[in-house]
């Protein structure tokens, strides 16, 4: 079945400083969608992507989907306390449902 | 802005006692979902439910869960004998263009 692994799965980093996290997948993917999810908290829907070679952002977070839509990344600009979670990249199932996570970056942001 | 309810927010049971987790979607989604995440671990998706009935489940939800919508309102995932290894959070989400949002969770403990 369909892989998608996400690298890298912890990331330590001071305030101000950039982050990217990177994920990949075994196929083609029709679409990828991005969540956070707090320390303690939920997952919470971030973004989805569905074109090829598509880049989107939010404030300082960009997000794109890779030409062949195999891959996908997730940078954030000069991160902030409060970026401090895991960020998933998450496919659907087959049947386009269910949404199937990984294990997800785990970001952790020293001031 | 309307969110996905669930109650308990933790519940700790005995082994081979039922449990009953509730949850209430938001109100103009259709969809609706249960995941779990088992403590340091992905979430995992358990089952969906559309016009009142399962649509699909993972290898997970076997014959010890069951999901209702009893009303308008609710939708309850129930654990007929609870295991040790049913401890986890167990999230309710439901499903509006594409996006799922996630209820706070219910961290179930079975001791």
């Known amino acids: 079945g369909q892989q998608v692994m996400q690298i890298p799965q912890y990331q330590h980093v001071q305030e101000g400083e950039d982050f990217t996290t990177y994920c990949n997948s075994s196929t083609t993917l029709s679409n990828i969608q991005w969540y956070k999810q707090r320390p303690g908290g939920h997952p919470v829907f971030l973004i989805q992507l569905v074109k090829s070679g598509e880049v989107k952002k939010q404030k300082r977070l960009t997000f794109q989907f890779g030409e062949a839509k195999k891959n996908s990344s997730l940078h954030i600009t000069a991160t902030q306390t409060t970026d401090v979670g895991t960020y998933f990249c998450?496919?659907?199932?087959?049947?386009?449902?269910?949404?199937?996570f990984g294990k997800g970056t785990t970001l952790s942001v020293s001031s | 802005e309307p969110e996905v309810t669930q109650t308990p927010s933790h519940q700790v049971t005995q082994m081979g006692q039922e449990v009953i987790l509730r949850c209430v979607p938001i109100s103009n989604h259709l969809y609706f979902y249960w995941y779990r995440q088992i403590l340091g671990q992905k979430v995992e998706f358990l089952v969906s439910f559309y016009n009142n009935e399962i649509s699909e489940k993972s290898e997970i939800f076997d014959d010890q869960f069951s999901v209702e919508r009893p009303d308008g309102s609710n939708f309850t995932l129930k654990i007929r004998s609870t295991k040790l290894e049913d401890s986890a959070m167990y999230f309710c989400a439901s499903e509006y263009a594409g996006e799922q949002y996630f209820g706070p969770g219910t961290r179930l403990t079975v001791t």
């Open positions: 998450v496919r659907k199932n087959q049947a386009g449902t269910a949404l199937i």
